[in-house]
């Protein structure tokens, strides 16, 4: 199991595209993978599942962490890392 | 009885004299009963999860088909959360313990649904309501109850109801439906936003004892301007509403009538007035207010929407598609137009002081040419059989443009020795958008067969003002005599070179700058779709006599206040 905590820094968060986005590049992988919201210590949630992501309500300047496992574990964190790094392809 | 009168929010434009339809959701009662195995009731999951993902779908093309792409992407979510893992999951997990699946998929809505409401920030305790939408579709599903009971709904009536969901919303028979009248909601809620692209009056906010004061066929007048809603109206109040309708009709026919016609000035100078598309669907949308063609296409939404650029292909059949709708109408496709402030995941952006100023548009297409090459291949290969042409953004060197125009060759070039069918003849301009590239005109024209202003642009590098920025977007002015005079020097020097020039910024569709833009001989003005039969309307009642007096009268001002009040008190005039 590999773990990264990621600082958000798009303007709306995990929401709407940005969260669309997110679930959809984890759903890529076949590992297992979990995020949480380190910034409001809320639990882990499955990071394929929409509504679970929606409800860590993950704001600008929170800070996430995500945990993967599975044969491709290495590959869907630096995935998701980019992903939220790059802003989501938004301000 | 005595007339009552009632205001909410108004929502969506438009009056209406009529009946309600009480709309009330049936209930969905859950039966008590023995559960089967776990197989069973996942089984009977699954099949109702099929179903409501084809219902879905429905609801999605039928709004892509009626109000476009924009409205219809809530049920795009709607189906994300269908497939949601933890939607099934938990379902399961209930199951498991001896629940029924009804029973199981109530209570995961419920619990996913409190967990959103529940949250601070209103932008996430709004998509509670996406849950219990999908929730109860599946239970309703489940329990083998119709779509909606607005099925009940036989002759035109304005529907009352305490809410509607995006889903409700959509299934409104537009033939049947005069307007909706609702309890709660706000102006940003989904169906008030969907209200006002359907045209469809709509009146929000209306309060709690709605359904109290109003049952089936009550007779009532809604005003979705105003947002006022009269009970029982007296005869009085129905001849004054039906006036206002009537004036406020012929007026909408009159605008229907200048849509289909071409553009032409009273004295008949013919100019084309377009369309500024950004999605497939607009297009239709374009055709249907009268477009003469499309000024600008933005391509943004195909980059944006992956985390990779888009392949030739895919952007041929959108192209293909778009040029399509437009028949012979020239389509002016904008190549990439993006950069810092809005960076898709695939390129490597660095980190910029000012994005505005640093790496976009045209910039990125000439470091990044692959991408660049890939888009017009499409581009090329789309316009065979069609009036396309290229427009490159944000030019403000020649250099740039000749480069640009080489790989536009090159591209050609590879076509023809791969035997690919392409159009040759495609004419290849720029948007003026940067005060550079509007003094440069004359220049610029040895390698630009077009231009497009691009006003918005055009006015933040000018103004240098951030629209964005509440505390300088008071200088964000378009018709600032700065601008106006870099737009004057744009159509008087591509004139002069034999080049025609159109304008793709929000200026040309706004009816205090048509006069001043017609008076400096602009030759294209494309604009919102909406705006274009209030346009064509306004142009057919100028002469060139007015216009040119109007412009130069104009040029002689000191402040855009002065300017917008002088043409304003001549179209009042008018009016």
Redesign the interface.
């Known amino acids: 199991m590999i773990e990264a905590t990621i600082p958000v820094r798009n303007e709306?968060g995990l929401?709407?595209r940005p969260a669309?986005?997110f679930?959809k590049?984890a759903a890529k992988f076949s590992s297992t993978i979990k995020v949480k919201n380190l910034t409001t210590n809320g639990n882990f949630?499955?990071a394929?599942?929409?509504?679970?992501v929606?409800?860590l309500?993950v704001?600008k300047d929170h800070e996430v962490v995500i945990q993967s496992e599975g044969a491709d574990a290495d590959a869907a964190l630096d995935a998701l890392r980019?992903?939220i790094e790059?802003?989501?392809?938004?301000? | 009885m005595a007339e009552k009168n009632f205001k909410g929010i108004p929502a969506s434009d438009g009056i209406v004299v009529g009946q309600v339809f009480c709309y009330i959701p049936v209930k969905l009662e859950i039966p008590v009963c023995a559960a089967g195995t776990v197989d069973e009731e996942m089984g009977r999951f699954y099949t109702a999860r099929e179903h409501a993902r084809v219902e879905i779908q429905g609801l999605y093309d039928m709004v892509e088909n009626r109000a476009g792409k924009e409205e219809a992407v809530i049920f795009r979510?709607h189906q994300?959360?269908l497939s949601?893992?933890?939607?099934e999951?938990k379902a399961r997990e209930y199951v498991e313990i001896g629940l029924t699946i009804e029973q199981a998929v109530a209570k995961v809505t419920d619990e996913?649904a409190s967990?959103?409401s529940g949250?601070?920030?209103e932008?996430?305790a709004a998509?509670a309501l996406d849950?219990r939408d999908v929730g109860r579709r599946i239970l309703r599903i489940l329990l083998g109850l119709p779509d909606t009971a607005l099925a009940a709904v036989v002759k035109p009536s304005i529907i009352v109801a305490e809410d509607l969901t995006p889903s409700d919303t959509a299934s409104l028979d537009p033939k049947l439906t005069l307007g909706f009248i609702t309890a709660q909601g706000g102006i940003t809620s989904h169906s008030a936003i969907l209200a006002r692209t359907l045209g469809l009056p709509a009146i929000v906010g209306m309060g709690n004892d709605l359904l109290v004061n109003v049952s089936n066929d009550t007779f009532i007048v809604m005003d979705g301007r105003t947002g006022e809603m009269i009970i029982n109206p007296d005869l009085e109040t129905v001849t004054r509403y039906k006036q206002i309708k009537a004036q406020r009709d012929s007026h909408l026919q009159v605008l229907k009538i200048a849509a289909k016609k071409d553009a032409c000035t009273a004295s008949g100078r013919r100019v084309e007035v377009a369309a500024n598309i950004g999605e497939v669907s607009s297009a239709h949308d374009a055709m249907e207010h009268g477009a003469e063609g499309i000024g600008l296409l933005r391509t943004e939404f195909l980059y944006?929407e992956d985390?990779q650029p888009p392949s030739e292909d895919k952007q041929y059949q959108i192209y293909r598609e778009i040029f399509e709708v437009m028949g012979t109408r020239p389509v002016i496709v904008r190549t990439l137009d993006i950069g810092g402030?809005?960076?898709?995941?695939y390129l490597p952006?660095p980190e910029e002081m000012n994005p505005f100023l640093g790496w976009r548009a045209i910039r990125i297409c000439l470091d990044e040419p692959e991408m660049f090459k890939t888009q017009l291949r499409a581009i090329l290969r789309a316009a065979v059989g069609h009036q396309a042409r290229i427009m490159f953004p944000m030019v403000s060197d020649l250099d740039e443009l000749r480069h640009a125009r080489e790989i536009v060759e090159t591209v050609k070039r590879d076509l023809e020795l791969a035997s690919i069918e392409f159009s040759a003849d495609v004419p290849v301009g720029i948007m003026v958008e940067t005060p550079a590239a509007a003094l440069l005109v004359d220049v610029l024209a040895e390698a630009s067969d077009f231009f497009s202003i691009g006003t918005n642009d055009l006015t933040q590098y000018t103004m240098a003002v951030d629209r964005g920025n509440a505390k300088v977007s008071g200088l964000f002015q378009p018709l600032h005599p700065a601008v106006l005079r870099l737009i004057k020097q744009t159509i008087d020097a591509s004139h002069a070179k034999g080049k025609w020039v159109g304008m793709c910024g929000e200026l040309a569709g706004m009816t205090n700058a048509i006069p001043i833009l017609l008076g400096f001989g602009l030759d294209e003005f494309s604009m919102n779709p909406r705006a274009i039969p209030e346009a064509k309307h306004l142009i057919g009642k100028l002469t060139d006599e007015m216009v040119h007096e109007i412009a130069g009268q104009a040029m002689s001002f000191g402040t855009a206040a002065e300017i917008e009040n002088y043409v304003k008190a001549i179209l009042a005039e008018l009016a």
Do not use: C, Q, Y
């Open positions: 709306v929401h709407a669309a986005l679930v590049t949630v499955d394929k599942s929409i509504i679970m929606l409800t309500g704001m980019a992903l790059n802003n989501f392809g938004e301000a | 979510a994300e959360m949601d893992p933890a939607l999951g996913l967990m959103l949250m601070d920030d932008l996430f998509r849950v944006l985390t402030d809005k960076p898709p995941a952006f």
